[in-house]
Each structure stands twice: as C-alpha cells, then as structure tokens.
C-alpha cells in the first residue's frame, strides 16, 4: 500500500469515526486543587493521593485495557482560580470529569461551571452544606460537617465531661461558616449552653483579644471553626494566655500541619474523620504502606480520600461502554456512579442523593462513619 493511499484512508477512517476508540485509551480526568497558596497543606496531599491510586489502577490493566491521565492544574485555593481552572479542563482539555477544588469556597462558585456543562465535579474536601445540592453531576465522598461535628462534639463532651463552651469561628468562609452553624444545631441538641461567641477573618493572625473574652467566659471548652492557617496559630495563643481547655474542631483541623504550625501547643485538639491512620483496616494498611513507599511519608486525611475517590471513580468507568462521544460519555460515567459501594483506606463507601433548594433531587453525598481522635504527642489518637 503506497504512502499516498495509506493517508487517504486514514483520514476516512476519522472522518467517518472508526478511530474513536483509540481516543478512549487515555481517560482524561481533571485534577483542580490548591497546589500553592495556604490550602496547598491540602492540596498537594490530594495530589498524591490521586496519583498514588491512578499508578494503581493503571499499574493493573486500567479501566479494561484503557489508561487514566490526569491532568493537573492549581487552582491557588481562590474562587476565580477555579472557575478559570474548571473552564480550561472542560472546554480546551475536554476531560471526561473533575475532580476538585480543594475548598469549599471555591467549589462553591466553581462546580455550576461544571453542573451546566454537564460534567461530573466529584469533590473529596470540600464538607460545607449545600454543595452537592447545586445539582445531579456534584459528587463527593468528603463527609459533610453536618455529619461529623454533631459526632465529635458528643463524644469529646462525654470524655471531658465539659458542660458550657465558647465558641471561635471564621465568619467571613463558607466553610468555617458552615462548620459554626452545625457545631451551632448540636449544641443546642444537646443542650450544652455558649459562654461567648467569638468570630475572625481569613488572614487574621491576632486572636488574643477573642481568646482573653473566652478566657473570661469560664468555658469548659472551645469550640472551633476554622482552617487550620488560623486554627493553629488561635490554638498557639490560647496556651499562652493560660488556656489549657480542649478543643473541638472541624474537617479543617484535621491536618498533621497542625502539629507543624502549633507545635508544643497542639495537644487536646479534638477532631472527627472517616479516616484515621490507626484504622487497623486491611485496605487502609495497604494504602499507607503504598503511601510511605511513594512518599516516604505519612499520609493524612486528604490524601485517603483523594485515594478512595479515585478507586470509585474507577468502579463506576469501568462499567461505562464509551462511545467516542464526550458528552455521551460524561453522562454514562454520571449514570454509573451513584451505585458504587467500595471498602477503601476511609472504611465502607456508598453514596446518598441530596435534594436542592425547591427539594428537587439533586448531588450525592458520602455514607460513612466518623472517628473521633484526639492530638497528643504530635499525633491523632482514636478515643472509642
């Protein structure tokens, strides 16, 4: 066959679209964190854990002889960086899903670029109400605070015996806003009356002044709202006013950089999480010794649900038939997703679907079980 014929006829091939099948051997998925910037902390360990379980995945055969590609932008943990990021990955890379951003905030402004293109956004840290209510392709596996800190406050009251608390909380973010109004409803469920509340913004890095008007309230504990950029300077103040009392925090304290940025300070900081790195689980073994070997470090929270996510995402692709098509492609990977249940590093997965605002149906959240730790000696220790 000439060189001239062998051209011609594979430009009928694609025109007529017998080539489709070779653009399914790379799945595109996109990957939108915070890589620089203070919700790096998080950001990069979700990385490494995607690409720790892509390696995985493709390292076995794949999703049934295709190969995973991700790719990878940094969205800086700002809100017009990721609608920007979310955009490029949809339109220009046309990817076949997301996953991302790292912050709620900005999944908040981000994931309706997403919902009206009709791609699947998947979130594995972002646990403020309402995201996944924005619409049927808004999937995370990242527990809602409204389902960990009723969990957390309960179990740190009954070991501390505490019975009054002020609380500290960012009031300028929807993540640490959404954390103050559920630490808020628990309690009042449990009847455990508020000596003071006391609120920041992002950035602040004095919070003595909050901290002297806790202080005074005679708290048992303090209840705290906040990433851990401010969470652990706040906890690094707190003892140096004398305040020796627990503290109870959110998804955004469950961090090793809290061991990092508070140091000696970070004892008695009372977290909840499906994951914890004393899950004697054999599938969260395996997921830290991989971990270990790839980074030559512990893995933390983020990492595990970025891991896992990626493992259901896999399920769900592998029973996609493709069809070449992108947006029939999408769509059948959105169909298929719902019913994956998974044993992975964060314990048993399944999904729930969440209404809208009009109680319309809507996004899926994640079904899992918290485990509540306490820091002591630069670690998280379950308390059961």
Request: charged share 20%.
């Amino acid at each position: 066959m000439s060189m001239q014929l062998t051209r011609v006829l594979f430009g009928a091939l694609v025109a007529l679209g017998y080539l489709s099948s070779l653009a399914a051997a790379q799945i595109k998925i996109g990957v939108a964190e915070a890589l620089t910037g203070n919700a790096a902390q998080y950001g990069v360990p979700i990385r490494k854990g995607f690409e720790l379980a892509v390696s995985e995945i493709n390292g076995s055969g794949g999703i049934n002889g295709n190969k995973l590609e991700l790719i990878v932008e940094d969205e800086q943990g700002k809100k017009e960086e990721a609608i920007n990021v979310f955009k490029k990955l949809i339109f220009q890379d046309k990817v076949l899903m997301l996953f991302g951003p790292t912050l709620s905030n900005s999944a908040q402004a981000s994931d309706p670029v997403a919902q009206a293109a009709k791609v699947v956004v998947f979130g594995t840290s972002n646990t403020a109400d309402g995201i996944t209510s924005i619409g049927n392709y808004v999937f995370r596996n990242s527990v809602t605070e409204a389902d960990i800190l009723p969990v957390t406050l309960k179990v740190a009251a009954q070991k501390t015996g505490l019975k009054k608390v002020a609380v500290l909380y960012g009031n300028d973010d929807i993540f640490t806003k959404s954390g103050y109004d559920n630490f808020k409803k628990a309690l009042e469920t449990l009847k455990i009356p508020v000596t003071t509340t006391e609120t920041f913004a992002k950035g602040d890095v004095d919070f003595k002044p909050q901290l002297t008007k806790i202080k005074a309230s005679k708290a048992d504990a303090i209840v705290l709202s906040a990433l851990v950029a401010e969470g652990a300077p706040a906890m690094v103040q707190a003892r140096q006013l004398g305040i020796t009392l627990p503290l109870i925090g959110g998804n955004g304290m469950n961090s090793p950089k809290v061991f990092d940025l508070a140091k000696d300070n970070s004892d008695n900081l009372w977290v909840g999480s499906p994951w914890s790195s004393e899950n004697p689980a054999a599938e969260n073994k395996r997921f830290i010794a991989a971990y270990q070997k790839a980074h030559s470090a512990m893995p933390d929270q983020f990492a595990a649900q970025a891991y896992d996510a990626m493992h259901i995402v896999a399920q769900a692709l592998k029973q996609v038939k493709f069809t070449g098509k992108l947006e029939a492609d999408r769509n059948a990977l959105r169909n298929a997703l719902p019913a994956v249940q998974i044993a992975g590093a964060t314990g048993p997965f399944k999904f729930r679907q969440v209404k809208d605002k009009d109680g319309k149906p809507a996004g899926y959240d994640a079904v899992q079980t918290a485990i509540v730790m306490m820091t002591k000696g630069n670690q998280y220790v379950i308390q059961k």
